[in-house]
């Protein structure tokens, strides 16, 4: 198992997107926040990453949003969680050398596709600011449960 990098790779991630997507006054929220991000690891990354799957699937999925847009959305993550449903069963057995070989399901999602998650989830996350007002995207919230994750 490769060493610990800090701060988080995935965090990295998720704020350079914030950075390079959203608004002035949604980007100056990042600054409470990055003390404590310099404090994590990638230890708990894949926990990270999966917290960015399921919000961006959950925004999708929330049947109490009225938005136009959102049959379209539940559509695209629907057909990309059977996407991901069936590539990582197919990798877990097949790659020689991962804990999974033989034990079909149980591989950890490869980092490309992790952070292919967090893009999607600040991506979702934009466009219910841009559409729906910056108010009802509950981004910060998410952000602030990857960098108090359990899993440092």
Known sequence: ?????????ILE?????????FPES???KL???????ANTTSDGDPHRARLCVKWAIKMSDDKNQKHPRWEQFKRRHQIWKDDWFAFDFGVADAVIGSSAHKVVGKAEPLEDVRIQWVEDAVAVARTLGEEDGWE???WEALLAE???SPMK
């Not at 991630?13 to 997507?21: D, I, M, P, Y």
């Not at 409470?32 to 991000?37: A, F, G, K, Q, T």
């Open 1 to 9: 198992m490769a060493d610990p990098i800090s701060p988080s790779p």
């Open 13 to 21: 991630v998720f704020v350079n997107e914030v950075r390079g997507s």
């Open 26 to 28: 949604e980007r100056t």
């Open 31 to 37: 600054a409470s926040y990055e003390d404590r991000i």
């Open 136 to 138: 009802n995207s509950p």
């Open 146 to 148: 990857m960098v108090d």
